[in-house]
C-alpha cells in the first residue's frame, strides 16, 4: 500500500515547474526565467532526466538570444532521450515523455528557423510531424500539429525548398 501511494503521489519538482510556468505565462517572464534557473541549479546536470526536460524545455521559453533558446531547447532533448532510456517500460512517465518529442522537436526547429538554418530547421521539423503521429486528437496534438503547418508555411515562405526566392517574387 505504501508503495502505491508512492507512486501516486505527485512529483514535487515538477509543480514547483509548473508553478513557474504559470508565472511566465501570467507575463513576469524575468522572475520566471530567475526561478527556473533556481531550480536548475538545484536538479543539476545529472538530475532525473524527466525533471531536466521538462525544466530546460520550459526555461528555453524564456530566454532573450536565440542561441540561448537553441542551447536549452538541444539540452531539453538531451534530457528526454536519456529519460525515455532510463524510464521506458519501467515508469509511467515513459508516454510523457514521447509525448514531449514533437514539442521538443519543434522548438529547436523553430529555433534553427530564427538563427537562419533553414536546414536544420527543416530536419527537425521533419521529425516533429513524424512525432506528432503518436500524439492523440486532443487540443494538445492539434495545437502541435497547427505549430508544426505554420512554421512549414512560413519556412516555404522565408526559404523555399531548392533555394531562396529572388527577393522581387517574394509576396
Known amino acids: 500500500m505504501a508503495e502505491r501511494q508512492g507512486q501516486a503521489a505527485p512529483d514535487a519538482v ?25 531550480l536548475w541549479a ?7 532526466p524527466l525533471h531536466r526536460c521538462t525544466l530546460a524545455h520550459y526555461l528555453a521559453d524564456t530566454q532573450d538570444d536565440p542561441g ?4 536549452w531547447d538541444l539540452r531539453a532533448l538531451t534530457a ?6 532510463d524510464r521506458a ?10 509525448a514531449f518529442y514533437p514539442s521538443l522537436q519543434l522548438n529547436l526547429a523553430a529555433d534553427y528557423a530564427r538563427l537562419g538554418r533553414s536546414d536544420a530547421a527543416r530536419s527537425h521539423l521533419h521529425r516533429a510531424r513524424d512525432a506528432a503521429r503518436t500524439l492523440a486528437d486532443d487540443r494538445y496534438g492539434q495545437g502541435v500539429r497547427s505549430a508544426i ?23
Open 14 to 38: 515538477l509543480t514547483r515547474i509548473g508553478q513557474v510556468v504559470m508565472l511566465h505565462h501570467a507575463g513576469d517572464r524575468e522572475e520566471a526565467r530567475h526561478r527556473f534557473l533556481g
Open 42 to 48: 538545484e536538479i543539476g546536470e545529472h538530475g532525473d
Open 68 to 71: 540561448d533558446e537553441l542551447a
Open 80 to 85: 528526454a532521450e536519456e529519460a525515455a532510456d
Open 89 to 98: 517500460g519501467a515508469h509511467e512517465n515513459s508516454p510523457a515523455v514521447r
Open 149 to 171: 503547418r505554420r512554421l512549414e508555411l512560413r519556412l516555404d515562405e522565408e526559404d523555399p525548398p531548392g533555394g531562396r526566392v529572388p527577393p522581387g517574387l517574394r509576396r
